[in-house]
């Protein structure tokens, strides 16, 4: 009966976006929406009144109302009342609370990282520690997300937590006091070598270009002479701080994006409104395949006008513009309501949500539609597909072995021993594990669980189902079987063989206990290809200038 419930419920929004997309004219279209909003309600109180079940109304709307906006894009979505809190948080960074991430690890809710300097890093809250009890509430089986609801609240409200502390046997009460808590856009700036400063940003909440800023100040005082500028991962956010940012680096009334809607108010021009900081200081942007939004505005602002050089990988492809309706009962709606060009002209965004293939599944652009642009020295540019990097890094795929580590909590958990067992470690550019220490954590694995299945034994057995599929197999199976004994995994082997990928991994997880994450990032630099790239073209300028000539 339920699945009957859920198919005529998917008829309906179906039909209803059908109408509403065949009718033509204005008046049309608001009959036939006045009457299929009609045919909603009336369907909705029947199913109320005459279903043998009780249901939940707000659950079966909700549900059907995302039904009907995942036929449009992944980012138009309806927020209701009580999601309104989680939203504002995401667009300002803001909220009342402890100031810690909550995660569930191995059926607990444990705290995974503590702000520096807020109150459950007062506390003495440590990454490991196992929340029990949110006010006397058990949370013990709740999800991590309904945990961190209930530790939200007014700044100056009062919360008690039951918590199992890191390596003891016996629970304590911890009482905190909620204060504003204000996730920083840029986690890390620092110098990286004595000319070249480091600058992550991996938001774009309210007051980004004020802390991109102030970075950039503090490492030009400190002597930085060129930039690595880190937008790997950034999934974007808000299109007045992309502006702001990109005005850093270019002059003012200089074009950074066109926005382009059905609706008169988004067919917008943004400009660069303040004179800029600085338009001379070389810049290396990172980018990844993660890099979205607002991030793609701003690299390929930077990459339109040759003003520095992207490095990493093609970017994901979002040139889409949201913004927020409100609706009754304090709900929202956010939605798409334009397209952004940058200054070539090019629309970065890669997929077509209007064309979608038979599985209602929606197209890239075709790379025979990508048309081509031109930055400011006339480099040749694509839209259609993200913002493609100057200088490409490959990244090597993580091994099967350390995925599966990290996957089972083996990682984490050897790392929070290791917290135990040692007061201090040396600083992040200096902390490395010792052989000796690696092969304790070798020797610690041993009753652990963590099989895993390599790309050569996919590979196998693909092998194997292609063949057993084509008639092949018989002819083949003796080969197939003494390959599949040769490259079978062996865990000590791997652990050997991957030795310095694992070591690497282990040490940024626990200079995290010691340092935060700050701490952590220092330490990554050595072994950051995309970070290595920068520097060197940073420090060739022959080759750097090339690069923007497009003489590379």
């Not at 065949?22 to 008046?27: D, K, N, V």
């Not at 470690?425 to 009753?447: C, G, R, T």
């Amino acid at each position: 009966m339920l699945k009957w419930l859920k198919n005529k419920w998917l008829v309906l929004v179906c039909i209803f976006g059908v109408v509403a997309i065949a009718a033509q004219s204005p008046t049309e279209k608001y009959f036939e929406i006045t009457k299929n909003l009609d045919i909603f309600a009336t369907l909705i109180r029947e199913v109320n009144a005459y279903y043998v079940d009780d249901i939940n109304p707000n659950r079966m709307v909700k549900s059907g109302i995302d039904a009907m906006l995942n036929t449009l894009d992944p980012y138009t979505n309806y927020i209701p009342e009580d999601e309104i809190e989680n939203y504002r948080t995401m667009t300002t960074g803001l909220y009342g609370g402890i100031g810690a991430v909550i995660g569930r690890r191995k059926d607990r809710n444990i705290i995974l990282m503590p702000y520096n300097g807020f109150p459950a890093d007062k506390a003495g809250l440590k990454i490991g520690d196992e929340i029990l009890e949110v006010d006397g509430f058990d949370v013990k089986k709740k999800s991590s997300n309904d945990v961190s609801k209930l530790l939200k609240g007014q700044a100056g409200t009062k919360v008690k937590l039951k918590v199992l502390k890191l390596g003891k046997t016996i629970p304590e009460i911890v009482e905190f006091q909620r204060e504003k808590i204000k996730i920083d856009n840029v986690p890390y700036f620092g110098m990286i070598t004595s000319d070249i400063g480091y600058v992550q940003l991996t938001e774009f909440t309210s007051d980004a270009s004020r802390e991109v800023k102030k970075g950039i100040e503090d490492l030009k005082a400190k002597g930085a002479k060129k930039l690595i500028f880190d937008l790997r991962d950034n999934p974007g956010g808000l299109l007045n701080e992309a502006v702001n940012i990109s005005n850093l680096f270019i002059p003012k009334d200089m074009l950074v994006v066109n926005t382009k809607g059905k609706v008169a108010e988004w067919v917008k021009e943004y400009k660069a409104l303040n004179p800029p900081f600085d338009t001379e200081i070389p810049i290396a942007v990172l980018v990844s395949g993660r890099s979205a939004s607002a991030s793609e505005i701003v690299s390929g602002v930077i990459q339109d006008y040759d003003r520095g050089v992207l490095i990493g990988q093609k970017s994901y492809g979002k040139g889409l513009v949201q913004t927020t309706r409100p609706l009754t009962y304090n709900s929202q709606l956010k939605v798409t309501t334009a397209k952004y060009y940058i200054p070539s002209g090019r629309c970065i965004q890669s997929i077509d949500y209007s064309n979608r293939g038979t599985d209602g599944a929606a197209k890239k652009v075709a790379d025979s539609l990508r048309v081509a642009f031109k930055t400011a020295n006339g480099r040749v540019v694509f839209d259609g597909g993200g913002v493609s990097p100057d200088i490409e890094v490959k990244r090597e795929p993580i091994a099967a072995i350390t995925n599966s580590l990290i996957g089972k909590d083996l990682i984490f958990d050897f790392a929070s021993k290791y917290f135990l067992e040692h007061p201090a470690i040396a600083k992040p550019l200096e902390f490395q594990i010792s052989d000796a220490e690696y092969s304790e954590f070798v020797n610690w694995l041993k009753d652990k669980e963590y099989d895993y299945t390599t790309k050569v034994e996919t590979t196998i057995k693909d092998l194997t189902s292609a063949a057993q599929k084509e008639k092949y197999f018989d002819e083949i199976k003796d080969q197939l079987e003494v390959l599949k004994i040769r490259m079978a995994h062996n865990k000590e082997h791997d652990l050997e063989k991957h030795k310095s990928e694992i070591k690497e991994v282990l040490e940024l997880e626990i200079l995290s206990r010691y340092y935060f994450e700050k701490g952590a990032k220092e330490a990554s630099f050595d072994d950051d290809p995309e970070v290595k790239e920068a520097i060197k073209v940073l420090n060739d300028s022959n080759r750097y200038q090339q690069i923007l000539a497009g003489k590379k």
